[in-house]
Structure formats: C-alpha cells, structure tokens
C-alpha cells in the first residue's frame, strides 16, 4: 500500500491530499479549519485532518509532495525584477527577506513543520517537488473520466507559466505548450478586479458576478491597447499598463488613464454603471481568448475530450460559452481548480507520472468533490447539548420530509450533511437551501444571511435528470462549473419598461419562474445533483419537487461573506446564531431559531473580514 500527502502553501488556499494506492481518500484546505478565508500557511489542520481520516501517521506516509518548485519560482522573481530594473525595488526588498528566510529553503522548512505531527517521523528525502502547472494539469487529468484528453490550465502564474496546454493519455501526461509570466490572462482578470476595488484572488467571481449589469463597451479597447491577442488565442500583455511584475499594485496610472477613472476605492466609492461596463468588458476579452484557445487546440489535436485546471476553470462563465460552441464532445473541470487543487495534482502526478502507475478503472474519482470531514450523529448530539442548543433527532425520511416542506413555505435552512466539499463551492454538504420560486430570496439571502452585496448571484442545485427541463443544458455538471440560460418556457420576458432599468434596478424584475436562481441576463451556475454521490441531497430535492412540481433549489456556500465555508458542527450553529437563518439540519438533528436560547444570538456580521 502507497500512501502519497500532497500539499500546497504559501500563496493562498492552502491546502493538502492524501491517495492511497492512486486513489484519493481526502482532501481539505487550511482555511476551513483556521477559519481565514484563503488561508495561505503551511496547512498544518488539514494535514492532520487527512491523515486521521485514513487513520495513518505521517511516518506510514510513503511520498510527500508539493505542487511546486521554490527555486524555479525565485528564478522567475529575479530574472523579472532584473529585466525591469530600477523599476520594482521596494517590492524586491520587500519580497527578498521572506524567500531568504523560508521559501527559497522550503525542503527544510517543510521539514520542519512535518516533524509537528509525528516526531517518528526523520527522512527528508520522502519530500519532492511537483511544478506548478504539471500540479494543475495532473489534478484535471487523472480524476477525469477520459483515457485520452486534451488538458488546458489556466491561472495567475506558477513558476513561469500563465497557460499551459498538455495531451493526456492513459498514465501519461506531457506539457506541449506554455504561455509565460508576465503575460497571463488569470492577472489580466485580477487587475481588472484590483481596478474595479475587489479584493485580488477573492474578488474575481464578484467581477464575474457583475458583468451582465454591465455592456462590454471597453473589449476592444482591452484587446487593442492593453494586450496582443493572436487568432490561436495565444496573447502577450501590454506591461506599460501594469505594475504586478514589480510593483505593490496590479495596475498603474497608464491604466486609469486608459479607462478615464481612478482604481474604485470600496471605502468611498458606490458601484457605477462604469464599473459593470468594465467588469462586462474584462469577462468578454476572458471569453474571447478562451474560445480562440480552445478552438485552436480542438482543431490541432483532434482529441474530442477536454479537462481544465487552474483558478480561471472556476470562471463558470466562460466554461459555459465552451461548451456551447461544442469544439469538444466533453468538458471535465477539477472542483479545486484553483491552487488547493494543486495538492491533489501534486500527488497524482507522482503516483502516475512518476511511479509509473497505470490508471485502472478510468471514471471521475473526485466522490463528487466530497472528500472533507464528516461527523456521526453521537458526536453531534454531545455537542449540541454543550452548545446549549434545543434540537430534535429525525429519521433520514422525515428530515428530507420535514425540510421540503419548509423549503416549500420560504423558510432558509443550513445544510449540514455528510464530507465537507473540497474547492470553492458549496455541493450539498455545507450548504445554505432556500426555495428558488421566491422573487424576494436573492435580496433577502444576500442582505440578511450572506451580509454581502446584493448584485451577487445564487446556483441552482437541480435534478440530473430534470437538468435539461429547467436549464439550456443536458450534461453533468456536479461541480457547478457551467453556467447555462434558464429554458425559455420558464422564463419571463422583461417589459420595455424593465429594460430601461440600470444595473442593480434590474435585480428587481421577476425574470423566471424560478426568480431567486436566474440572474439578469436569464442565466444560472448549475449543480446537478446525483443520487449515486449525495443520496441525502438528492433525496431532498426529490421531496421538493413532490410538494412543488420544481425539481430546483437555491444552493449557496454556508457562510457568510468573508468566512470560509463551515467545517465544524460548531461553526455551523455559530453561523446559524449570528444569521436570519430559519433552520439548522446537521445529520439527523433539526433546530428551529425561533426554539434557541435568545441569549445565545450572536453578532455575526462585523467578525469577518470584507471579502
């Protein structure tokens, strides 16, 4: 038996993975249990967490993998500020003392904090390197259902590439082409979101959450001034408009200049029409080279099957256009397609690549993404009882039941159910359920329970098999990574009147039968829910739709703006108390809020962090 930890750190999201024999058994990232969004410290809890979910010590571990190569990376900062020097000193003295004293010795320092978890463990050599982008296209790739496919990756930066394009085919998987730093379509998007006063590497989905407010009239300007984008998709960026290379901002006055205004500051500054017209025009310029990317490589390679990986796969978006041009018969996208993704690639690609092992049994191994903890019900009941808090205990039946029914009449219930999910999105497992037929529940979800700005789309959890009833769309996506346009029967056309409206005022107009889950321009991120990976959910839904005759629910994150999704029993009646949340179900207890100890509520909105 092989037991390979991969582990990602040190940028954000970080996070680690374990495989036994080639199969994954869990993964997890830091942050859900520190409780920091985008945690970016060594990830000493989920280590500790998927080694006790296998019931292992370190020492068992055969192979420790990170998923990528520190002095590759500093060979990148060096070379960069040297070529545009003296520009980018204080960003260089800043940067330089942090990799003299732990990135650029990272073999030792991971050393070192491994020995934090079981001091039998003493050989170093177990630790190797994976590269950044082989990390991304091995997570894509080998939990994919494909023998042979073409594998894109597209992000910020690893070591040197922005964008790699690689051919997997059985065991094997090989890089043929890459785009390298500076020019990256992943800063170009997180620029755009510096520029527009969101938070970088957080902020991107709310950009993406705008656009349809806005109209794309800067795409040309975008693809004329700021960048040299070629017919196949490949492109380079225009760094006089930028300051990421080497300064401490993503873009410089060139660029405010360029667009007529100043960086947005979140502070001061309310959302203009301007600010949708950018977001609109950055997602567009994003679609663009996208589906020249893929057209290209669709032409090239004649390979039929394409997988995708890196932080810009999680643009729902975008996926959703490639898979409407159908230059590929099927689309795969790692859940964790950002960097805790590349963890699991990490140990992937040394188990496969490395060890030469074959890929038997070729399906998604991903378990539906649910590879978090979990928690049996005697565990829960002690410590509800600790918490104080008032529950009933329920059979499977009458929880699916009970909770359909309240859905049906409004009410917003937690979803505490089974593994914790692994990526970004919430699946059914930590998740906040409310009825999508209600034209009230976006605003109110996002105003009272979520405390975040209202513009902000919700996901439908659907049916598998009432997908393409409800939606323009009739293939899997588990993951919610593909946006689609509610059908036209269930769709309400907007009065003349309704399309005068500006911006957020369209939020206002009924746009669907299913109001709460269609965004502006008739467009949803669809979950489609399986009875084979989340029975409970699936079973819940089905329930919902005896009563209602919808096969939908709303499905957000259990959080609340600024918060990473919840882990534990504990943060999820913490978030229940400090919400409008209507109901709590974990496992197979149910707690009303109007049944809880008043003393109890807590002041939730001000203790995280505006993401």
């Given at each position: ?470 939606f323009d769309l009739d293939c899997d996506s588990p993951y919610m990574l593909f946006v689609s346009e509610v059908k036209k029967d269930k769709q309400i056309s ?118």
């Amino acid at each position: 038996m092989t037991n390979i930890l991969g582990i990602s750190a040190f940028y954000h999201d970080s996070a680690a993975s374990l495989i036994v024999d080639g199969e994954i058994k869990a993964a997890a990232q830091e942050e859900r249990f520190s409780r920091k969004k985008h945690d970016a410290s060594y990830p000493f809890n989920a280590i500790n967490y998927v080694l006790k979910e296998q019931g292992i010590t370190l020492n068992e571990v055969d192979h420790i993998v990170f998923f990528e190569k520190p002095f590759l990376k500093f060979e990148r900062l060096l070379e960069t500020y040297m070529a545009f020097a003296p520009k980018g000193f204080k960003s260089f003295s800043l940067s330089m003392p942090i990799w003299l004293r732990e990135k650029l010795f990272q073999k030792k320092f991971l050393f070192e904090n491994l020995k934090r978890h079981d001091d039998k463990f003493n050989d170093m050599n177990k630790i190797k390197f994976s590269e950044h982008h082989f990390s991304h296209a091995a997570s894509a790739f080998y939990p994919s259902p494909f023998k042979k496919a073409i594998v894109l990756t597209l992000d910020g930066v690893g070591e040197w590439a922005t964008t790699t394009l690689a051919i997997g085919k059985g065991n094997n998987l090989r890089i043929l082409k890459e785009i390298y730093f500076p020019h990256s379509l992943g800063l170009l998007y997180s620029a755009f979101t510096y520029y527009t006063g969101f938070k970088v590497n957080s902020g991107e989905y709310k950009v993406m959450g705008l656009a349809p407010y806005g109209k794309p009239k800067y795409k040309e300007l975008i693809i004329k001034k700021l960048m040299d984008l070629k017919e196949d998709g490949s492109f380079k960026l225009n760094m006089k408009y930028f300051n990421y290379a080497t300064g401490l901002t993503m873009t410089n006055k060139n660029f405010s200049n360029l667009f007529g205004q100043p960086v947005r500051d979140p502070k001061k500054d309310l959302l203009k029409e301007f600010h949708m017209d950018i977001a609109s025009s950055i997602q567009a310029v994003t679609e663009e080279v996208i589906l020249r990317l893929t057209k290209n490589i669709a032409n090239e390679y004649s390979i039929s099957n394409l997988c995708l990986a890196g932080g810009v796969a999680l643009n729902c978006v975008a996926n959703g256009k490639i898979l409407k041009e159908k230059n590929f018969e099927n689309i795969w996208i790692q859940p964790a397609a950002g960097d805790a993704g590349g963890s699991l690639g990490a140990a992937l690609a040394y188990w496969h690549s490395e060890l030469k092992n074959p890929r038997n049994d070729v399906r998604d191994k991903m378990s539906g993404a649910y590879l978090g903890p979990k928690y049996e019900n005697d565990l829960i009941e002690n410590k509800l009882k600790s918490l104080e808090a008032n529950f009933k205990k329920k059979t499977d039946s009458e929880i699916s039941i009970l909770v359909a029914n309240e859905l049906s009449n409004n009410k917003t219930v937690g979803w505490f159910q089974g593994r914790m999910e692994f990526g970004p999105r919430a699946l059914g497992g930590r998740s906040i359920l409310a009825d999508p037929r209600s034209d009230k529940m976006q605003k109110e979800l996002n105003l009272k329970i979520k405390f975040r700005e209202s513009f902000r789309p919700f996901a439908p959890s659907v049916l598998r098999e009432d997908v393409n009833e409800w939606f323009d769309l009739d293939c899997d996506s588990p993951y919610m990574l593909f946006v689609s346009e509610v059908k036209k029967d269930k769709q309400i056309s907007m009065t003349e009147k309704d399309k005068m409206l500006f911006g957020i005022d369209k939020l206002n107009v009924k746009k669907s039968y299913v109001p709460a889950i269609t965004h502006v321009d008739y467009s949803a991120r669809i979950q489609t829910v399986h009875k084979d990976t989340n029975p409970k959910y699936y079973n819940l839904i089905k329930e919902f739709k005896k009563i209602t005759n919808c096969p939908v629910l709303v499905n957000t994150s259990f959080n609340v703006r600024g918060e990473p999704i919840v882990c534990s029993i504990e943060d999820a009646y913490n978030c229940f108390m400090g919400t409008n949340l209507d109901i709590l179900v974990i496992e197979n207890f149910i707690l009303y809020k109007d049944a809880q100890n008043k003393s109890l509520i807590k002041d939730y909105k001000n203790k995280f962090e505006l993401d």
